[in-house]
């Protein structure tokens, strides 16, 4: 019997969270055809298998072998172990129904070391997988960077030096040859908001540096390396298939209407969304960030003549990835300030030139992460974005961790990450309703997995994973929408 077979959908909507399933309060919407009902992965969260198949390190190696840098010294090293268990995890999406799935290439193990020919083994592996997915109706999109560059590149500077942006465009191109016959949707960064902030900024991911010019010297190198990347695969790829960015935008709010607290929102939609979108829908970096961070970096200098036409080259998609709403007031107003800052309370903060701002925990729900669930975030985004830029869209990701508990039957009842997931593919439907062009929605994440600087703390897979043991098991919410794709896709 398939999971979606196993779920019921007669009983009462009271019954969700139990493990008798029923959507009869999920949005009512319709979802275009040909939507995407997927799932996504990273592939350090899950491949495991490092030093297999010519893989080298990656900055993450390095990282989450640091003492001190991930909870309870938790690495990659075995991760899920979906390298050798690929195949299993593909029949699982079958089962689940999912039409698409988005996973990430490992670019220490598609080109070892960043340079160089690229390793036969590691394309190998990505092929065998997209061809069992192909084989069992999922569509493949792949991500061509989510956060592992190879340590040898970050030996070199990293991110914040120039030339990482040409080698990542040379990688990209090599993995479009020899994949793009049957990969047709491309993301070529996931979450650059991330891998300079966080990465050089903060410095509670990988590489753990923290200079705030070079969060932003890395931050318009990605950008520079996606542009590139577009300009080389274009010319590889069939002219049909879609290339597209993933940037986890704000949905920045201030916390009153007092002008002070406007204009902290303000600087954190610039260093935050207009950093990425600025240039590549509008070939431009925003005045107003060029103002709050020119006595951070120079921008003359770091951004060099061409740039900004590389980085503005036409995409098919973009990819959203939503979790929470971002409230920020400025310090300066007098508010009760509970800092809280998004991802992590590191003496660094990820937002340079934010001196100003406080950021505040909304009231309500929070998720295992202590991030608000509020859905309404991921509507003003789908339709703002789509009404600036006319892009079509995906929901690249989405999701919630939660403490879950396994019952004396090995069953996971999460009735919470059901009702997240349930408001937010309504926002999706809401959205397309509204106007905006949405054409997936991808869980994060399929599975549990090692969550970066939280190690395995945190689980947001619809699958439960034993890590004693790697079995896997759908929790109430994997059958959940499991029924909802088969009531939804068209
Ligand atoms: O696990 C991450 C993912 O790798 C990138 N986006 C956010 C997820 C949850 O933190």
Redesign the pocket.
């Known amino acids: 019997m398939s999971i979606a077979d196993a779920a019921d959908v007669s009983g009462p909507s009271e019954a969700v969270g139990t493990g008798v399933t029923a959507v009869s309060d999920a949005p009512g919407g319709a979802f275009p055809a040909g939507f995407a009902f997927g799932a ?1 992965t ?1 592939a350090y ?1 899950i491949e495991g298998s490092v030093d297999v198949g010519g893989r080298t390190p990656s900055i993450w190696d390095t990282f989450s072998h640091t003492p001190g840098k991930v909870a309870n010294g938790d690495t990659g090293d075995v991760a899920v172990d979906h390298y050798s268990r690929f195949r299993d995890d593909v029949r699982l999406m079958a089962d689940l129904g999912l039409t698409g799935y988005r996973f990430s290439l490992s670019w220490p193990r598609v080109q070892p070391g960043g340079s160089g020919p690229l390793n036969q083994t590691g394309l190998d592996f990505y092929r065998a997988l997209v061809d069992e997915l192909l084989e069992h109706g999922i569509t493949p999109a792949v991500t061509l960077y ?2 592992d560059l190879p340590q040898e590149l970050e030996d070199a500077g990293g991110w914040p030096n120039r030339d990482t942006a040409y080698r990542f465009a040379e990688y990209a191109a090599g993995a479009a040859e020899a994949l793009g016959d049957r990969v047709s949707t491309w993301i070529t960064l ?2 650059p908001w ?1 891998s300079a902030y966080l990465g050089y900024g903060s410095g509670v991911h990988a590489p753990g540096r923290t200079d705030d010019a070079d969060a932003l010297k890395a931050a318009h190198h990605l950008n520079l390396g996606h542009g590139l990347a577009v300009g080389a695969m274009r010319s590889v790829l069939p002219s049909d298939a879609k290339l597209a960015v993933s940037l ?1 935008l704000h949905a920045v709010r201030a916390l009153t209407d007092h002008p002070d607290d406007l204009d902290a929102a303000r600087r954190i939609e610039a260093v935050g969304n207009r950093v990425f979108t600025g240039p590549i829908f509008k070939g431009a970096y925003p005045q107003d960030l060029l103002a709050d961070t020119g006595h951070i970096v120079d921008w003359d200098a770091l951004v060099h003549d061409g740039d900004l036409a590389e980085i503005s080259r036409p995409i098919d998609l973009l990819g959203l ?1 939503y ?1 929470n709403p971002t409230l920020v007031s400025a310090v300066s107003n007098n508010h009760p300030v509970d800092r809280h800052e998004l ?1 992590g309370k590191g003496a660094h903060s990820p937002w340079p030139g934010a001196e100003g701002v406080a950021f505040h925990q909304a009231p309500g729900e929070v998720t295992a ?1 202590d991030w608000p669930v509020d859905p309404s975030g991921l509507y003003d985004s789908l339709t703002g974005l789509y009404k600036e830029f006319g892009v079509p869209l995906i929901v690249s ?1 989405n ?1 919630a ?1 939660y403490e879950d508990t396994v019952d004396a039957d090995g069953v996971v009842d999460d009735p919470e990450r059901i009702a997240y997931v349930r408001g937010h593919l309504g926002a999706v439907s809401d959205s397309i309703a509204a106007g905006a062009d949405v054409r997936g929605y991808y869980l ?2 399929l599975m549990d ?1 090692f ?2 600087a ?1 190690g395995y703390e ?1 689980r ?1 897979g619809a699958v439960r994973v034993d890590y004693e043991t790697q079995a896997r098991t759908p929790k109430a919410s994997a059958r959940w929408y499991a029924e909802f794709i088969r009531t939804h896709r068209r």
Do not use: P, R
């Open positions: 996504s990273a969260q989510h956060w996931n979450e991330c986890n990835n979790y991802h992460m990701e999701g961790a994060w994440s997995n969550e970066w939280y945190k947001f």
